[in-house]
């Protein structure tokens, strides 16, 4: 790959390009595991300009926004998952255009944010993956392990039917 890829974490007032990369990448990628019905319900719910806002000031995620040769493909975001908790990180999201799967920059990202979050004391990194989601593999080859599974009722008769998976820092090769 001769493209110039950059991870940065996302500018203020670039909120519209997490919305567009989202709503482009949930439809492509989710249709064969939810509905669209439950995809647009979903993007609406978390991708708001209203909730995207709190989960950044109020629920103190950090952003990333990844761009090839200067174009938006792909976003994460990740925080420390409970102050009574210091060694656990959440993986919020990670999302990335289906053209660039399969070429290391998802691993990119995921070193990124871990080079972010270790020298900030974390030794564990969680994330919810849907059961049927085809990354599932994506992160066990990253080295997470399943840890659990939970079904979340996100309203309006929709479940999120997921995998909690974590993954140990010290396992995870910079």
């Not at 950090?62 to 009574?84: E, H, M, Q, R, T």
């Not at 060694?87 to 920059?105: D, S």
Request: no cysteine; aromatic share 10%; net charge negative.
């Amino acid at each position: 790959m001769n493209e110039k890829i950059e991870i940065r974490p996302l500018n203020p007032g670039e909120l519209a390009i997490i919305q567009q990369l989202s709503n482009d990448i949930w439809k492509k990628v989710y249709t064969s595991i939810i509905s669209l019905d439950q995809i647009e319900y979903m993007l609406d719910l978390i991708y708001s300009e209203e909730a995207l806002l709190k989960q950044i000031h109020e629920q103190q995620h950090s952003f990333l926004l990844v761009l090839i040769d200067n174009k938006p493909v792909g976003y994460a975001s990740f925080s420390l998952k409970a102050p009574s908790l210091p060694g656990l990180y959440r993986l919020h999201k990670l999302y990335l255009e289906p053209a660039y799967h399969g070429k290391g920059i998802g691993k990119s990202m995921m070193d990124y944010i871990i080079r972010s979050i270790v020298p900030l004391g974390a030794s564990e990194l969680e994330l919810n993956v849907n059961k049927y989601n085809p990354t599932l593999s994506f992160y066990k080859k990253l080295g997470f392990s399943i840890d659990s599974e939970t079904i979340i009722d996100i309203g309006n008769g929709y479940v999120m039917d997921d995998y909690i998976m974590k993954l140990e820092l010290v396992k995870y090769p910079i």
